[in-house]
């Protein structure tokens, strides 16, 4: 599964290829649906093999390279064109889900741009084929869930089973070094890259500052509820004693550093760092594990470690330090920034095209957006890391597992910080630019495409029977979610946002975003 290195394409001598057709993703494994139940949905309501198009495409490979290698972004189009030109000229309803949703923004700006570099649609393409672009579980601005599987190859579940069985993932136990090999793969892969945050420090804070700040975890089920006063027996108010939390602190070196007032912390800088040694002195069992952390040498590690703490802004310079050959090829593919000026020909560059901060929507004032996600699952935001004990090939900086918050309503578990979300992406992420960035005519919206946030609260399964729930908000789950296959029903059946009763929003998602300070 692994890619070239070099060149983020196929190894020498090495095809895997995406499956096409409906069959391609109904289920990942027989009795793990994906997409079977909205198929089997829309099949109930007359669709068929020529309505319904699956488009599959290699998720491995950056956006662009799908279309260079497989020109899987002119067979969209061309499939688009045909279902629109066999159905009356009625347009498509379009339902990317997850990293889906990055590459179908990136499709919208590639299919209207001139070629080499994008499908020559012309400017009102958009506007002729697509209704409605139904996006489920949409990272839009990224997700930090990124940062630590870039940075360490872990996530929260990791990170779990390396406290609780640290043999097991750290040892060559039979040589399966299972996070370097991991971490050895997915670094090939470019389209990780694109799930990095955006938008820096405006979007995601700062030292001090976040959108989200005052969020509650609660241990129940979190339904928006502003107040912070609870009454308590005699119906006297008592003060909840919320910890603070500093979202914007991505990495944190510490649960000191994490929890410190900004002007306590001494941050040495990295960028220039001698990287000293190297830890593998030509080690050849490292060879096939290889990860550019054994040319980072003992110089680089402490350097990153003593910076202390990162931002959504810093991260990016963080991982050009410990990864710069990674970077290297993903910076050709995808941008983070905000844009000052979107008129600026700079734009016109396919890495911008999967940033919604740095292009335009179509001009397509006709075609409606759905930002549609699950919430009330403690969401991945925040880490606090531990340099790793020394060893041979070894992954130099670990989530450290034992940092937890004093209660059981603490946003602090195991070393991650927890904000609202479906598991996987944050509200922030996944609401931002339905809810504010595109909402209206903004400068990412110039022709006012309407905007609709669907957010659909966590039920787990009550029991065995329902499977994974029919209300479930969980980042994959959802697409079992009655609720949104409804939705998504009703709207391919010709149904507007209005008539779907607009936004529906359990979250803050409102009252972060106008927090965030982005000139629109």
């Known amino acids: 599964m692994s890619l070239d290195n070099e060149t983020g394409l196929d190894k020498p001598g090495i095809r895997v290829r995406p499956v096409t057709g409906l069959v391609a993703a109904d289920y990942f494994v027989p009795g793990y649906f994906v997409w079977a139940v909205l198929i089997a949905n829309l099949a109930r309501i007359g669709y068929e093999e020529k309505t319904m198009y699956m488009a599959a495409y290699d998720w491995r490979l950056s956006f662009q390279n799908t279309e260079v290698r497989d020109q899987t972004l002119s067979r969209i189009k061309s499939n688009i064109e045909l279902l629109v030109a066999t159905n009356g000229g009625n347009r498509v309803v379009v339902i990317p889900h997850s990293m889906g949703v990055l590459y179908f923004l990136h499709f919208m700006k590639w299919v209207e741009a001139p070629p080499p570099m994008g499908g020559g649609g012309g400017p009102n393409w958009c506007a002729k084929h697509i209704k409605a672009v139904m996006n489920i579980g949409g990272p839009f601005l990224g997700v930090p869930k990124a940062v630590a599987g870039l940075f360490s190859s872990e996530a929260k579940d990791v ?8 043999e097991v993932l750290d040892s060559d136990f039979l040589g399966l070094q299972t996070l370097r090999h991991l971490m050895r793969m997915t670094r090939t892969w470019d389209s990780t890259m694109s799930m990095i945050p955006k938008g820096g420090d405006t979007i995601w804070g700062d030292l001090d500052w976040s959108p989200e700040d005052g969020f509650e975890c609660k241990a129940k089920n979190q339904k928006s ?176 597992a034992s940092a937890e918050g004093g209660d059981a309503n603490s946003c602090l578990k195991g070393g991650v910080y927890l904000a609202n979300g479906d598991e996987t992406v944050p509200v922030l992420s996944a609401g931002y630019m339905c809810a504010k960035g595109w909402r209206g005519k903004t400068r990412f919206n110039p022709s006012g495409s309407k905007t609709y946030v669907r957010e659909y609260s966590h039920s787990p399964p009550s029991n065995l029977l329902e499977g994974r729930g029919t209300q479930s908000g969980a980042h994959v789950d959802i697409m079992g979610n009655f609720a949104l296959m409804e939705d998504i029903i009703r709207i391919a059946a010709g149904a507007t946002g209005e008539e779907l009763g607009g936004d529906q929003v359990y979250s803050d998602i409102f009252r972060w975003s106008e927090k965030i300070k982005l000139k629109l």
């Open 159 to 166: 990170a779990v089973a390396r406290a609780i069985a640290p």
């Open 225 to 400: 509820n502003d107040s912070d006063v609870s009454k308590d027996v005699n119906g006297k108010s008592e003060e909840v004693h919320l910890e603070p939390v500093n979202y914007g602190r991505i990495v944190s070196f510490g649960k000191d550093v994490a929890e410190a007032s900004s002007s306590e912390i001494e941050q040495i800088e990295f960028r220039d760092a001698v990287k000293g040694n190297n830890i593998a002195h030509s080690n050849t069992s490292c060879r096939d594990i290889w990860t550019e952390y054994h040319e980072l040498g003992w110089g680089g590690i402490k350097a990153a470690a003593d910076y202390k703490v990162y931002t959504a802004s810093s991260i990016i310079d963080l991982l050009h330090f410990v990864a710069p050959r990674m970077m290297q090829r993903g910076s050709v593919h995808f941008s983070y920034g905000i844009a000052d000026n979107l008129d600026d020909p700079k734009y016109s560059h396919y890495k911008y095209w999967s940033n919604p901060l740095e292009t335009k929507l179509p001009n397509a004032p006709e075609m409606e957006i759905f930002s549609m996600y699950g919430v009330g699952i403690p969401t991945e935001r925040a880490y606090v890391y531990k340099l790793a004990p020394q060893a041979e090939c070894y992954i130099p900086f670990q989530i450290d």
